[in-house]
């Protein structure tokens, strides 16, 4: 393989920080991983990150907007919301009670996930959840 060929595909969409669009973002994402066994779990991040966006971040005001990326190589999916960031809420990983309303979201995802990452830019945040492929998928994440 020349040095420069990836066998990574990466996707990308950007929806109006709308709470409808989340279940578009939840379409794309197993539209994409079709057939993968680590689709439902990919989806189920993608509908906390990208609701989140929507609810606690300036995506979900106004003219607001985010930002998913779905990276897919032979042992990694990745996949990743940004939001227009810019509130005092800190994305945090949290034990609520049983009769909380609201805080499981990133947890679930954390669970889900083998990495999160969670970095914080001037122009909004990036949550990143990696999804690895088990050893004994040769060549594809499924």
Not at 60 to 81: K, Q
Not at 85 to 106: N, Y
């Amino acid at each position: 393989m020349h040095e420069y060929t990836s066998r990574a595909q990466v996707w990308g969409l950007s929806c109006p920080g709308r709470v409808e669009e989340v279940s578009r973002a939840r379409r794309w994402t197993r539209d994409i991983l079709r057939g993968s066994p680590m689709a439902e779990d990919a989806e189920t991040i993608v509908s906390e990150l990208s609701a989140n966006a929507v609810l606690h971040t300036a995506s979900g005001r106004d003219y607001g907007t985010f930002h998913l990326a779905l990276a897919l190589s032979p042992r990694v999916v990745a996949l990743s919301v940004t939001d227009a960031g810019a509130t005092d809420a800190v994305p945090k990983i949290g034990h609520p009670s049983e009769d909380a309303i609201h805080g499981r979201g990133l947890d679930i995802v954390n669970t889900l996930a083998h990495r999160l990452v969670i970095l914080d830019g001037t122009q909004g945040r990036t949550i990143t959840a990696e999804l690895f492929a088990g050893p004994h998928r040769a060549g594809r994440p499924w």
